[in-house]
């Protein structure tokens, strides 16, 4: 809840008026760094289309945010809202925190990582892609790797245009801060406080109201991923069994609560891809894979079931008779 994600909330809000009427918000958790945090921030204030407001949000490092991006941003006239956790609350928790905080007169917002930046014309040009289609849940920009210059979305790779492209018919082409929501379509959702793959359940959340994007590709925004091989060994040994069960909350999500009869999900095949991806991660008995899929009849879903009766006897009782 609200009350016990925010300790400390200090807000500098000029007498500023939007651009073009309209309220851009950039909300940055940070634990430490202020270097890369800087390096963040200050892409923001040299955007074509500068946010209206950035909300920084101390996950309890030991570092306290730097008084020259304070200043930088107080400078730029742009509103600053610092949140100071009263806990560690990880990605997802943190920019649930920032969420809260949001003026009611936001109408985008993207969450960006403190170690990521943005072009200079990011912004600017998710904008306008909105203002070209309406109907869209969120735009995103073309992601590239800082160190290697590598994209998300190789060349020739036709780009996703629903959000549960990147969930079943993956990768996703898009790192978490490349997306620019309407705020008003996600405002009741919540971010998830789990520690992995907490960004691809709150875009599934979204998708459950609308699914609709459009890859902007002018716009780019540089993700740091390096990736030490020390640093992930350690993080594969504590976090692989716990990142596995919550890809497999995923899937079951989207079984239970996505409607499969609509044009697109008959297009492009998203039971049999869920289905098929939910079947690879469970790990269950043959009787209980069966009374599972059996579950789906009483809700009216026997499509569910079928496709689960198909996978049966690759994915189902065949794991378990091999261990």
């Avoid at 306008?128 to 920009?141: F, I, P, W």
Wanted: with cysteine; glycine share 8%; aromatic share 10%.
């Amino acid at each position: 809840m609200k009350e016990k994600s925010v300790g400390k909330l200090l807000r500098n809000r000029p007498e500023t008026v939007p651009a073009n009427g309209l309220h851009t918000a950039v909300i940055i958790p940070f634990f430490n760094d202020m270097v890369k945090l800087g390096r963040a921030v200050g892409s923001l204030l040299e955007q074509t289309h500068r946010p209206d407001t950035i909300v920084l949000v101390d996950d309890c490092g030991k570092e306290r945010l730097d008084d020259g991006i304070r200043r930088s941003i107080e400078e730029a006239g742009v509103e600053l809202l610092l949140i100071e956790n009263r806990q560690n609350l990880g990605p997802g928790g943190s920019r649930q925190a920032g969420m809260d905080a949001l003026p009611a007169d936001t109408d985008y917002v993207m969450f960006l990582d403190s170690d990521d930046y943005l072009s200079p014309n990011c912004l600017e040009a998710l904008v306008e892609a909105h203002h070209r289609e309406s109907g869209l849940v969120a735009t995103y920009a073309d992601s590239r790797n800082i160190h290697t210059g590598e994209r998300r979305l190789d060349e020739g790779r036709e780009p996703f245009d629903n959000l549960l492209d990147g969930m079943l018919r993956g990768p996703r082409g898009w790192g978490t801060g490349s997306l620019l929501w309407r705020f008003p379509e996600i405002r009741g959702i919540r971010w998830p406080s789990m520690r992995t793959i907490e960004d691809s359940h709150f875009e599934l959340s979204a998708a459950l109201v609308n699914p609709r994007i459009r890859y902007v590709p002018e716009a780019t925004i540089h993700i740091d991923q390096s990736w030490e091989p020390e640093r992930l060994v350690r993080r594969n040994r504590h976090m692989n069994e716990f990142h596995s069960q919550r890809i497999l909350e995923l899937y079951e999500r989207i079984l239970r609560n996505y409607p499969f009869n609509n044009e697109e999900a008959r297009r492009k095949n998203y039971l049999r891809l869920a289905v098929y991806h939910w079947s690879r991660k469970s790990k269950l008995t043959g009787f209980e894979y069966l009374k599972e899929a059996l579950t789906y009849i009483g809700h009216g879903r026997w499509r569910i079931t079928f496709r689960m009766l198909y996978y049966f006897p690759k994915y189902g009782f065949s794991q378990q008779t091999r261990r």
